[in-house]
């Protein structure tokens, strides 16, 4: 079975820290990765994609993959109560197709003001 | 520029009942996808539509059924209702075309509930 494994916290931040958020995969052969946050009550919104080994940046988010170690995470900056929601790490299925995705459970994070 | 969009937003039916849910991809997009979402739960994947077929399919049986028409939007059919069917479902859409990018977005959804 192949998985996705995140904490479900709550992780809670105060405003302004950085919120550090993880994800582990079970297939080596997974190339796309993707973090998505998730409102109450919405739907998910994605907010960063990556696919090869290193760091990329986005305004205050920055995901990193580490494909060896099977690991991927997402860093807010200057966290705002705003970004209070469940993120989601999703990554691909299977080599051949970057479209059906393996979702993890969700970590919900709380930024306090 | 149009999102996805999603009908209807919520829907109750009965144990036994079949339901069918409708998708419109976002503009320029080719492929859909469907998604289940249980309370609490991430998104399990169902099936994927391109060029009016099912190209991928998750772990789901065959009550659920789909279909994508030649201006990409899709339905997903579910037949015999349980209880265990309730649950949020998500359509997800990207452009198929798109070397190394598999970038989907969600429309809003459509909440269903089984009694």
């Known amino acids: 079975q192949k998985e996705v494994e995140q904490n479900s916290g709550p992780l809670s931040v105060p405003e302004g820290a950085i919120a550090s958020l993880n994800c582990t995969y079970s297939?080596?052969?997974?190339?796309?990765f993707f973090w998505y946050r998730q409102y109450s009550g919405k739907s998910p919104e994605l907010i960063m994609s990556i696919y090869s080994n290193g760091d990329k940046e986005d305004g205050r988010f920055t995901a990193q993959l580490n494909k060896a170690s099977q690991y991927v995470s997402l860093l807010i900056r200057d966290s705002q109560p705003s970004d209070s929601a469940t993120y989601l790490c999703?990554?691909?299925?299977?080599?051949?197709?970057?479209?059906?995705?393996?979702f993890g459970k969700g970590t919900s994070l709380l930024v306090t003001p | 520029d149009a999102g996805v969009t999603q009908s209807p937003t919520h829907l109750i039916k009965t144990r036994g009942q079949q339901v069918t849910l409708r998708c419109s991809p976002k503009?320029?997009?080719?492929?859909v996808s469907w998604y289940q979402q249980a309370l609490g739960q991430g998104p399990q994947f169902i099936f994927q539509?391109?060029?009016?077929?099912?190209?991928q399919r998750g772990n789901f049986p065959d009550r659920f059924s789909g279909h994508q028409f030649p201006n990409y939007s899709s339905e997903l059919n579910v037949n015999a209702l349980l209880l265990g069917d309730s649950a949020l479902y998500l359509c997800a859409s990207g452009p198929y075309s798109r070397e190394n990018s598999y970038e989907q977005y969600f429309g809003p959804g459509t909440r269903l509930t089984v009694t």
């Open positions: 539509y391109y060029e009016e077929e099912e190209r």
């Open positions: 297939d080596r052969g997974s190339q796309s």
């Open positions: 503009s320029g997009h080719d492929t």
């Open positions: 999703a990554v691909n299925r299977d080599s051949n197709s970057g479209y059906a995705l393996n």
